[in-house]
């Protein structure tokens, strides 16, 4: 089993910053892609942002140029710098990790609530 730990989710301005932190630990063989998805009330959990084992990072169109993925693979965590932050950004954010080499699988955070205040 794979266990993450999310953290930095809080309550923040419009325009203000937040960083968001998920650390995995447990039986890891090779970490694939790591992502952020995000879930707004009476909406669709979407993908936020996706890091490759390779490092490629992929942005969803609303946070292009706002938010930045990292990953720091020698303690198997992955980060959103959110920068820019706006009303519509609040959401519960999960991290999301792919793990495994011939039997991939999939494992998810507990949320963590980011809220922007207009």
């Known amino acids: 089993q794979v266990q993450l730990v999310e953290s930095g989710g809080g309550l923040v301005q419009a325009g203000g910053s937040l960083r968001l932190s998920c650390a995995a630990s447990g039986r890891i063989s090779t970490i694939n892609s790591m992502a952020w998805h995000r879930q707004a009330p009476g909406k669709q959990r979407e993908l936020v942002a996706r890091?490759?084992?390779?490092?490629?990072?992929t942005y969803a169109d609303s946070v292009k140029g706002r938010f930045i993925i990292s990953r720091e693979n020698a303690k198997n965590t992955v980060y959103l710098q959110m920068n820019s932050l706006k009303p519509e950004d609040t959401a519960v954010y999960y991290c999301?990790?792919?793990?495994?080499?011939?039997?991939?699988?999939?494992?998810w955070g507990q949320g963590t609530q980011v809220t922007v205040s207009s």
């Open positions: 890091i490759a084992g390779g490092g490629t990072t």
């Open positions: 999301n990790v792919n793990v495994g080499v011939i039997s991939r699988r999939d494992y």
